[in-house]
């Protein structure tokens, strides 16, 4: 769903409402996104206790923003609804009417009610839900001084700007950023259909949602154009990013139940917060074909971090909370390579940190995080990946000047401990997201280093969250079971597939999973049973290219 932004004094009107149709089913979704396997090794999970805002445009001169529980399978009093007619915790009401828009992306986020085998929604038990009509939202919620917090961890805004100035997106960040920093809810938008990326995603803290799928999805493509920073941060799948939205805010919310409940430690109050959430849901993301990133450009201008996958992100945060091993200061711009005399090591290869790095005017502050890259195999190689992210900082000083309060600049290193030499690096300028993907990394020690910058920043100390894992690159398993060939290979990283041929090539004969069962999960271990009857007999797994 896109709009059209109007401005008249303070006051926002959204219309010229465009939905489109939905190309990718829920089941469809729930395999590409790691649903489906994270169902089948997880317990209990979903999204319990957990408040979620759900804003809804509204078309031209109608309240048609509202979710009718029967619609969705949902329970009447979770709902709350909001519009400048006034609010309502009741179904039917006078506030609003509801509309296809709204229950579609209900479906995919919270709902019970699908045309599949499986419930459609990713959080399907969530605390409670207020859906506000995204016109009210801005203005009485957004667009103030002193935003005002709706006390959701999450709000899910699919819908998008068209049509504006940079001057104009650059104000609405600025508002979005500032709720972000007062509520500390994640706010989850559209990067816009076509054309450069355009607000709610576009804000610095939002985590801006691309939509993918087979049939060619028309997402907005970075770097946005006010300075160049890279947004999209992520795809998942459907026609539209509507539809691809709420399947990220569902994650979210899983995870902040899944961190509440201890499932990434004893630190709970870091592991479900919105720095934590947004490094997680980047780390686990799965990279499609095509994918890449530079130095300066941490994230892919059409995929961002890459496809959602909820399975990654769950055992990332499943790995626990691993704080930097050591603190050094050098003089600002000065070199930072790695303490070989250090012996302390992160105690997992898969993790994550809630932190703070501080500097000062004249130094420059690194943490270290050391580890010990190995499986006891010297052939071994391992996919590793790394995600930065911190939030722009509040200052409601400049409401209403045009001008904005910048980031504190921090960047993100990997260096080969033994020899000090810098294996790879994200060090933009203008984005509070660095990453770093390696998907073969030889055995050995590294230094990962969160360096921030001395000398000019917005504040000395800044929270931060880092996200990483470095896990050995999956391999193949055939075992026999009485007259059954048991295909197995593990479940984490997710996002691979095995594929079957009659012949080993592949332009002779072609590789498909046309052939085979779909796989099954246990004991952290994906299979695939073959009976006597399966005459394909060559395999292989494939890293995902969707």
Same mark, same amino acid.
């Given at each position: ?29 729930? #395999? ?21 805002? @759900? ?8 309240? #048609? ?67 506000? #009509? ?179 992100? !769950? ?82 000083? !400049? ?31 203008? #984005?509070?997201? @660095? ?13 990962? @280093? ?97």
């Amino acid at each position: 769903m896109f709009l059209r932004l109007w401005r008249k004094g303070t006051g926002m009107f959204l219309c010229g409402l465009a939905i489109f149709s939905h190309l990718t089913s829920p089941a469809q979704d729930a #395999d590409q996104t790691g649903v489906t396997v994270f169902r089948m090794l997880t317990t209990n999970l979903f999204g319990s206790g957990v408040r979620i805002c @759900q804003a809804e445009a509204v078309d031209t001169g109608e309240e #048609d923003f509202e979710v009718n529980p029967t619609n969705v399978g949902a329970p009447n009093n979770v709902f709350t609804y909001y519009s400048s007619l006034g609010s309502s915790s009741l179904y039917p009401n006078s506030v609003g009417s509801n509309a296809y828009h709204p229950e579609r992306v209900a479906e995919f986020l919270y709902g019970t009610v699908s045309p599949g085998p499986a419930p459609a929604g990713i959080a399907t038990n969530v605390a409670h839900v207020d859906v506000i #009509d995204a016109n009210y939202f801005g203005t009485a919620k957004i667009e103030q001084p002193a935003p005002v917090n709706m006390n959701d961890a999450i709000v899910n805004q699919s819908y998008a700007y068209f049509s504006l100035t940079v001057a104009q997106q650059q104000e609405l960040d600025s508002f979005f950023d500032n709720y972000s920093a007062v509520s500390g809810a994640l706010l989850i938008g559209s990067v816009g259909a076509g054309g450069s990326p355009t607000s709610p995603g576009t804000a610095y803290d939002c985590i801006a949602v691309a939509a993918y799928d087979t049939n060619g999805a028309n997402s907005s493509i970075g770097p946005t154009v006010d300075n160049g920073r890279c947004k999209p941060d992520i795809t998942a799948p459907d026609g539209n990013t509507s539809f691809a939205i709420p399947q990220v805010s569902g994650a979210a919310a899983v995870l902040i139940q899944a961190g509440g409940r201890g499932d990434g430690g004893s630190f709970t109050n870091g592991s479900t917060n919105m720095l934590t959430l947004k490094a997680l849901l980047l780390n686990g993301a799965v990279k499609p074909l095509g994918w890449t990133n530079g130095t300066k450009t941490p994230l892919d201008a059409r995929y961002g971090a890459g496809m959602l996958n909820l399975y990654n992100s !769950y055992r990332e945060l499943t790995g626990g909370r691993h704080t930097n091993n050591v603190n050094t200061t050098v003089t600002a711009g000065g070199a930072h390579p790695p303490n070989a005399a250090l012996t302390n090591t992160a105690s997992a290869l898969s993790g994550w940190d809630f932190n703070t790095n501080t500097s000062s005017a004249v130094n420059d502050s690194i943490n270290h995080y050391y580890f010990n890259v190995t499986n006891g195999s010297a052939n071994a190689t391992f996919l590793s990946a790394a995600t930065l992210v911190w939030n722009r900082h509040n200052n409601p000083a !400049y409401y209403g000047t045009g001008t904005s309060i910048g980031i504190n600049n921090l960047r993100l290193y990997l260096y080969n401990a033994a020899n000090s030499n810098l294996v790879t690096c994200s060090t933009s300028a203008v #984005d509070n997201v @660095q990453h770093l993907y390696l998907p073969q990394l030889a055995p050995g020690r590294y230094d990962l @280093q969160v360096w921030k910058a001395g000398g000019s920043y917005v504040t000395a100390a800044e929270p931060y969250a880092l996200a990483f894992t470095f896990v050995t690159s999956p391999a193949l398993r055939q075992t026999r079971a009485g007259t059954n060939v048991i295909l197995a290979w593990p479940a984490y990283p997710a996002g691979y597939s095995v594929q079957a041929a009659n012949g080993l090539s592949p332009v002779a004969t072609g590789w498909s999973t046309l052939t085979l069962p779909a796989p099954a999960a246990t004991n952290l271990t994906n299979y695939v049973t073959l009976n006597p009857t399966n005459k394909v007999q060559f395999f292989r797994l494939t890293s995902p290219n969707f």
